[in-house]
């Protein structure tokens, strides 16, 4: 068997650490390696320990998930980064994206979907997932004034007509079996559009591209 995936805990409440590493590490492939009380030393032990997945409280005192999700994205084969939020969010969340973050997790969400949401990131390939990451993406977005650059917009328009298709089926959560059957193209046609999008708008992955169409107008909420 390979080796479990090594996720991180940071959150400044010990209750919630050790319901969601009781969920953690209750599963055979998945593992909790490093927990930490706020951004700050989460750096200082995520420099001595390896771990493939973190799951980020956005606030939290001494170091906020905002600066600690950017400081660890910025170096080369980073974990990935998973935030965890409430459902009165505001544009501190969309930062943290916008920071390198790969998706939202409901800190109140059933424990398949944070199992899920940390499977699927650690892949590479996730989609808007969990399930309420769309819908918190436009709950964000409609509060957020229009702030997308004029290279945000020059990156788009070097997207294709249907590397546009794609990315607006990204928006809407399907995942790339899902596009390419409305596409009726194969799924590694599929891949390669998508990677094409993530280069051209360069983004971490389909979380950050998908932001980069909602600013951009591309995509609406509820659309």
Known sequence: MSEPVRVALVDDQQLVRAGFRMVIDSQPDLTVAVEAGDGAEALQLLARERVDVV????????????????????????PRVVVLTTFDLDEYVVEAIRAGASGFLLKDAPPEEMLAAIRTVHRGDAVIAPSSTRRLLEHLVTALPVSAT???????DALTDREREVLVLMARGRSNTEIAADLYVAEATVKTHVGRVLAKLGARDRVQAVVTAYETGLVRPGS
């Open 55 to 78: 799951l980020m409280d956005v606030r939290m005192p001494t170091m906020d998930g905002i600066t600690a999700t950017a400081r660890l994205t910025a170096v080369p084969d980073s």
């Open 150 to 156: 004029s290279t945000a917009h020059d990156a788009l």
